[in-house]
């Protein structure tokens, strides 16, 4: 167990749809990153949050947004979903916000768009 | 274009023998290369960090070698056991320094 919790583990939903992934990350550490893991695609960079704060944005859809609260959580949230946003999105969190700090990954959410 | 490459194909080997996979990379000048371990619907596991000025690291059974000249990294494990059976994923920073990048990763099988 990593200590970060995602919710939910699983999210079956529909083409046009809105939905939005939680994550809590280990206690004390100050930086969420979101990755989406598809079979032809691999582990993708989404975005990271450092403190409250955007740190860096990978390859996010302009669907795509997120945010980190000041409790420290984040949320990842989906819109006008395609059937090739089925994959598994990770949340990994990490003490700073260096890239030579390990990264600890949730459990992921899986989602499946209808 | 930069391109992080591991053998798509899976590795098999027999209990008790030395695994070893390789990442290779091109067009990136990494200070430090990660890997990790994923169970299949399971986050990564962080297993080794090595630094670009260390050209050998272990940890108990694993060891990661990177060669900065060659661009490639790799990894192995000693006296591999069926519970080693996974998915192994190297990382690097992105472009920009701002993310990691992580490769396709190779699965490894051992056998009893």
């Known amino acids: 167990d990593s200590g970060v919790t995602q919710t939910p583990k699983h999210l079956i939903t529909a083409t046009g749809q809105r939905v939005t992934l939680r994550c809590s990350p280990r206690?004390?550490?100050?930086?969420v990153y979101w990755y989406q893991q598809s079979l032809d695609q691999g582990l993708q960079f989404l975005i990271q949050?450092?403190?409250?704060?955007?740190?860096a944005k990978g390859n996010i859809l302009e669907r795509f947004s997120a945010q980190q609260f000041p409790d420290l959580h984040s949320e990842l949230n989906l819109s006008s979903l395609e059937l090739g946003d089925s994959a598994l999105y990770f949340c990994?969190?990490?003490?700073?916000?260096?890239?030579?700090?390990?990264?600890?990954f949730g459990p992921g959410t899986r989602l499946l768009v209808l | 274009s930069q391109k992080i490459e591991q053998n798509s194909e899976a590795l098999n080997i027999q209990e008790g023998k030395t695994a070893t996979l390789t990442c290779n990379y091109t067009?990136?000048?990494?200070?430090?290369l990660q890997w990790y371990r994923q169970d299949p619907g399971r986050g990564p596991v962080f297993l080794l960090l090595?630094?670009?000025?260390?050209k050998e690291k272990r940890k108990e059974r694993l060891k990661v070698t990177f060669d900065t000249t060659l661009k490639q990294s790799l990894f192995h494990i000693t006296a591999s056991q069926p519970a080693d059976s996974a998915t192994y994923l190297c990382?690097?920073?992105?472009?920009?320094?701002?993310?990691?990048?992580f490769g396709s990763g190779t699965r490894l099988q051992v056998q009893p």
């Open positions: 990994a969190s990490s003490v700073g916000q260096g890239l030579w700090e390990t990264q600890y």
């Open positions: 206690s004390g550490d100050l930086s």
């Open positions: 949050y450092y403190n409250g704060e955007e740190r």
């Open positions: 067009n990136y000048s990494p200070a430090y």
């Open positions: 090595i630094r670009e000025n260390e």
């Open positions: 990382a690097l920073e992105g472009t920009g320094r701002r993310a990691l990048t």
